[in-house]
Structure formats: structure tokens, C-alpha cells
């Protein structure tokens, strides 16, 4: 029986981006999807990333963890010296199909039928899994647990007038210095400036604010119209923070797939979003889609 197995890493935005991509190749091929969480259990001695834990339970995916007997079939071949050497000079003689998004250009077609397919990278193009949009938006990255009713009342109050949602990240971004100068920060200037753009183009002023670091928050980013700070208790679950989002109008985001997700799920057709020129730091890239503003 053939199958897809994607390999997760990173937070929950960054699983998102994984599933996505590993469910339009399940998809185009009509196999099953499982997930490989080997990458987030393991926990090396020193190691600089921040560590995580499997995040999509809280959604709707149709996906199951890849059994251990076939990721250990799957770990031995991919460790052998000749099927090392076979993925660069002659894949098509492997058992398994291997492929990274960093030689599998957005819009190039899937591999055919007919083999197992292993997927590893971070796949954040929404190029990938574009084809599959109202499948994601409407069933897989639906919350799969009733809605608290803190959640409910910020909704609620979200609905009541056209609004922008902002998000602050830092967290490690801040406190740990690998991913402070791989990443970098989005300063008070970006969000002066990507405020004062929406407004102009939208005539929204009324914003509802997401961060990992509040305080922060309230001290340094300025808005031109009322805010309402999301604290993170009222969510109870940060999947509810990234729902919330999405059930703004239009979007500030930072640096993050967290809130790129936040933006990329709401499907209104009149939504605008502003994105930072650099993802990361002194690096401009194509994770925005082509729509988005960066500044």
C-alpha cells in the first residue's frame, strides 16, 4: 500500500505548514497521510532550538501517527550509505520517494503513484497546498473542541465592528540568541507604519492585539485607534489565540507562522494583510503570499 509521511518540526504554525503541504500530496494521491513526530520527541544534550511538542490535536486533521515498525523501516533505508547516494544519482530506484522542500519547487507537481512518499522540510509557501484552500479553511484547521466561553465573548466582541488583528511575537525570538539572530524581531516602527497603511487603504482603526509578551506589547506599540489586548489566559489554548485571528477583517502579522496562519485562514475576499518586508533577520522571502503587503 502506498502512503505520505511528513516529518513535523518546529511550534504549531510550523506543523501547520508541514500537514498542509503533506495532505495535498496524500490527497493528489489518494493514500493515507501519517505523521512522523520522532523530530519533536527527541531532546539532544545542548541542543540551541527551542524544543516543541506535537500541537495539531487540536484540530481536525485527518492524519494518524505513522507506526513505529514503518518509521523504523522507513529510518534504516534512509540511513543507508547506498540510499544516500541513490537519492542524489538515482531516485527513482529507492523503495521510497524522498522529498525536501528545498529541491521541490512551489508548483511542481507531485510525485506519481505507486510509492511510499517521505516529506521532510518546513514547506512555508502557501504554493503547496494552495489547491486544497477550503478543505484547510473549513474542516482540517477547525478547532476539534467546543469553544471556551472566554473565547466565545472575545469572538463575539471581534464580530461587533470591522477590526484589524495585530500580532506581537518575541518569546524565544527574544530569549534564545539562536533564534534572536536567525529570526530578529519586529520593531515599533513596522507596526507605526503597517497600522497607518491599513487605515489608509481600509478605514479600519480598531485593533485587536495578540503577543507571547503583553507588557511589551502595551508599552512600545503604538496604534492609531482603540486597541483591545487579547491577554493569553483569556484563550485558555494558543490554537484559540491563532482562531481569533482569523475572525478579524484584516492583519498585522509579525515574523511568524503562528499569526501567518491567523491571516492565511481567513477566507473573506476583501481582507488585507501586512507582512514584514524581512522574515528573517536581513532576509527577504517568499513565505508571504503574493496578495500580502510587506513593509
Known amino acids: 500500500m502506498s502512503y505520505v509521511v511528513i516529518r513535523l518540526a518546529g511550534g ?82 529507492l523503495p521510497v520517494r524522498f522529498i525536501d522542500d528545498r529541491h521541490w519547487a512551489p508548483g511542481r507537481p507531485w510525485p506519481g503513484g505507486g510509492k511510499p512518499v517521505y516529506m521532510q522540510g518546513y514547506w512555508q509557501d502557501e504554493r503547496y497546498f494552495q489547491s486544497i484552500r477550503p478543505q484547510l479553511c473549513q474542516s482540517d484547521f477547525v478547532p476539534a473542541h467546543p469553544m471556551p466561553a472566554t473565547v466565545e465573548a472575545l469572538r463575539d466582541a471581534i464580530k461587533t465592528q470591522p477590526c484589524i488583528s495585530v500580532h506581537v511575537r518575541r518569546g524565544d525570538y527574544v530569549t534564545n540568541p539562536h533564534a534572536a539572530a536567525f529570526h530578529g524581531t519586529c520593531g515599533p516602527d513596522y507596526y507605526a507604519r503597517a497600522a497607518s497603511l491599513l487605515r489608509q487603504r481600509t478605514g479600519v482603526a480598531h485593533y485587536f492585539l495578540f503577543s507571547d509578551d503583553m507588557y511589551w506589547a502595551k508599552k512600545n506599540i503604538g496604534l492609531p485607534g482603540p486597541v483591545s489586548f487579547v491577554q493569553p489566559g483569556e484563550t485558555s489554548e494558543a490554537h484559540w489565540e491563532l482562531w481569533l485571528m482569523s475572525q478579524c477583517n484584516h492583519h498585522i502579522i509579525a515574523n511568524s507562522s503562528f499569526s501567518w496562519w491567523g491571516a492565511w485562514l481567513n477566507d473573506a475576499p476583501g481582507k488585507e494583510v501586512v507582512a514584514p518586508e524581512h522574515w528573517f533577520a536581513n532576509q527577504r522571502s517568499h513565505i508571504a503570499p503574493a496578495k500580502w503587503i510587506r513593509c
Request: proline residues 7%; positive net charge.
Open 12 to 93: 504549531l504554525g510550523n506543523q501547520m505548514f508541514e500537514y498542509a503541504a503533506g495532505r495535498s500530496v496524500a490527497d493528489s494521491l489518494g493514500v493515507p497521510l501519517f505523521l512522523d513526530t520522532s523530530l519533536l520527541e527527541y531532546r539532544a544534550p545542548g541542543m540551541v532550538h527551542t524544543a516543541r511538542d506535537f500541537a495539531l490535536n487540536v484540530f481536525q486533521i485527518r492524519a494518524q501517527p505513522v507506526p513505529p515498525s514503518l518509521l523504523a523501516t522507513l529510518k534504516a533505508r534512509e540511513q543507508r550509505i547506498a540510499s544516500k547516494v541513490l537519492k542524489k544519482i538515482w531516485p527513482s530506484a
